[in-house]
């Protein structure tokens, strides 16, 4: 497994560092050094002025990339997702009564899952 630390990096370098660079380079392409100058004395709020002037170009660099390797241009982030119900108990099965009981409450979320599913669909 990768370090989060590097995969942070790399994501911050994807999502914030690259439209910047682009926005600035344009603006550098465009009008010279004083048109990425201007933005710092006009905007309230330069560098995401930037980034969003710089997203689209970031955008299709990373597709680019993906096109390279698959997860460098769009940073794969690894997700722990979980769902804790408040209901349920653990609980030891002493008895076939039990057991049916612990099954059937499992068919009614299941059918209530699959309801849900297909009202969605």
Known sequence: MADPKIDRFHLA????????????A??????????????FQASDSPINDLRD??????????DQLDN?????????MSVSVGVQDPSYKSEEIKD???LSELLLRIE??????DSCLNDKT
């Open 96 to 98: 076939s009564d039990q």
């Open 53 to 62: 002037e710089g997203d689209a170009a970031a955008k299709a660099v990373r």
């Open 26 to 39: 344009d603006r550098i392409k465009k009008g010279g050094f004083s048109n990425v100058a201007n933005i």
């Open 68 to 76: 390279v390797s698959p997860g460098l241009g769009n940073p794969v």
């Open 108 to 113: 009614s979320r299941l059918n209530q899952l």
């Open 13 to 24: 370098l994807m999502e914030d560092v690259l439209p910047v660079g682009l926005a600035m």
